[in-house]
């Protein structure tokens, strides 16, 4: 319910970038239920794949953007794949503690994309963040 009240937001006032990463964010979870490996003890192979691509759109966001919400976005992200690859390491590791990492860190994403948003929704109009001198104007 999170996702959708965060993403409407970001659709309705948040910039192209918080619009990009809502879209992005609510394909990787759609794809990620529909694609789901009812085996619940192995890694999820379709998630894992998923999750790298949209660890790819958020890295370029967050190397593009002026903003500083997309970097803790990536960072949040990146974790969620390093748990992944926890998991491959480790096939021991126990279900809960995996899917309950990714759960998290999923929800701070949420977090720093709904703050995102937030900021975008109360600048002043007339100021533009995806104009390169809007940021060089801040940094006097």
Known sequence: MILFAVSAAAFLKGGSEERLTAACLLMNVTATV?????????????????????????????????????????????????????????????????????????????GALAVGTWNTWRRPYGVRTDDPRAAADTRR
């Open 34 to 110: 529909v694609l789901r490996d009812p085996s619940w003890p192995q890694l999820q192979w379709a998630a894992f794949g998923v999750d790298l691509a949209q660890l790819g759109v958020l890295v370029g966001i967050a190397l593009r953007s002026p903003k500083y919400w997309p970097l803790a976005a990536a960072g949040f992200h990146l974790l969620t794949v390093l748990t992944h690859v926890a998991k491959m390491l480790d096939p021991a590791l126990h279900q809960w503690a995996y899917i309950t990492a990714i759960v998290i860190w999923t929800y701070l994403l949420i």
